[in-house]
């Protein structure tokens, strides 16, 4: 039995290490793309994030259906995750696979031989529903991680792929997650559910989403992490759990977007005692240079008010402290 003692979890948004910032660690250390980032990730009892590549040597672009950009990571760049001592990532994405089955087959074993959990992808569809577990302060914790990207790379009964799930609370593979989320509630102290999924671009969190957030929090979820959509979306709480809907670019070279600005992001670390929500703190941050960076002063304030005011608009009151350069969200005391 799980003591549920107080835990601490960092999550961050899309992490693309292909391109020009697989460029860039051929020649900077390790732990260059974290900025100086590394102590909040440091100071916390468990870590993940988005993996929005593929990592591996091997592979050529994938070529079945029209595809615009295509991200790999050297091998060695696995120890970039290490270097934030993350522990879990979701695979379950539309970058996964970029490369061919045997770059995300190469992916898999790196993650698996340097420690790092992984959830959302794998060689058969039990493997890209199997959460990825951790046992962490006397607590199991569940990661499942899913997307509704890129339909042609579901995963199958003897076909690798991703755990696809489009969002429709009454479509097959919709209830599969959901009897995925309750049994591993059943087996841990806390679930958390990575949803790759929506357009890019918007503040808003597309309708269907909140129902279907609701429901995964209803069938055991405790944290649900959406990324996906370039920009960072409203978090709301839902039945004391909170949801965010979408987390965020947080490292990557991509161009930015002058008025979605998709170089803003969070560090969103999360507080749970004795298995309920105490606390949400969100440190601004800015993609420079390939790497992310904490926002500080005016543009820090700034992001910040970006997201209250999302928050507001779900119901979520989120107040910034000027000295910690964080944003602070506490749940009501019911």
Same mark, same amino acid.
Request: charge should be negative; include cysteine.
């Given at each position: 039995? %799980? *003591? /549920?003692?107080?835990?601490?979890? &960092?999550?961050? !948004?899309?992490?693309?290490? @292909?391109?020009?910032?697989?460029? $860039? ?80 087959? %190469? *992916? /898999?074993?790196?993650?698996?031989? &340097?420690?790092? !959990?992984?959830?959302?992808? @794998?060689?058969?569809?039990?493997? $890209? ?96 992490? @959406? ?108």
């Amino acid at each position: 039995m %799980d *003591t /549920l003692e107080a835990i601490r979890l &960092a999550f961050v !948004g899309d992490v693309m290490l @292909g391109r020009m910032v697989n460029d $860039a660690l051929r020649e900077a250390r390790l732990d260059y793309p974290w900025g100086d980032t590394l102590p909040i990730f440091r100071q916390s009892d468990w870590r993940a994030c988005n993996l929005e590549c593929a990592i591996s040597d091997r592979g050529t672009p994938w070529n079945r259906t029209e595809k615009t950009f295509f991200f790999r990571s050297d091998a060695k760049n696995v120890g970039v995750l290490h270097t934030a001592g993350i522990d879990a990532v979701s695979v379950a994405n539309n970058h996964i696979l970029d490369f061919g089955y045997d770059a995300m087959a %190469d *992916t /898999l074993s790196i993650l698996d031989a &340097a420690g790092i !959990g992984h959830a959302g992808a @794998g060689p058969d569809l039990d493997a $890209a529903i199997k959460p990825a577990q951790s046992k962490v302060k006397g607590v199991t914790l569940a990661l499942i991680a899913f997307t509704d990207n890129q339909p042609e790379w579901e995963a199958e009964p003897g076909v690798a792929g991703i755990f696809y799930v489009p969002i429709d609370p009454d479509d097959d593979r919709a209830r599969l997650l959901f009897d995925a989320v309750r049994k591993a509630k059943g087996r841990s102290g806390l679930v958390i559910v990575s949803a790759h999924w929506g357009p890019n671009w918007g503040y808003e969190p597309p309708a269907e989403h909140a129902r279907f957030a609701h429901l995964l929090v209803e069938c055991g979820a405790d944290v649900v992490f @959406g990324h996906s959509g370039h920009v960072f979306r409203g978090i709301e709480l839902y039945q004391g759990r909170p949801i965010v809907y979408c987390a965020g670019n947080f490292i990557d070279d991509y161009a930015v977007d002058e008025t979605e600005r998709n170089d803003e992001s969070f560090v969103f670390v999360v507080f749970f005692e004795g298995g309920r929500l105490a606390a949400l703190d969100l440190f601004p941050t800015v993609i420079e240079d390939y790497q992310a960076r904490r926002a500080r002063g005016r543009r820090a304030a700034e992001i910040a008010a970006k997201m209250a005011s999302l928050c507001g608009k779900l119901g979520t009151a989120a107040a910034w402290n000027d000295n910690e350069l964080v944003l602070k969200v506490r749940p009501t005391k019911s």
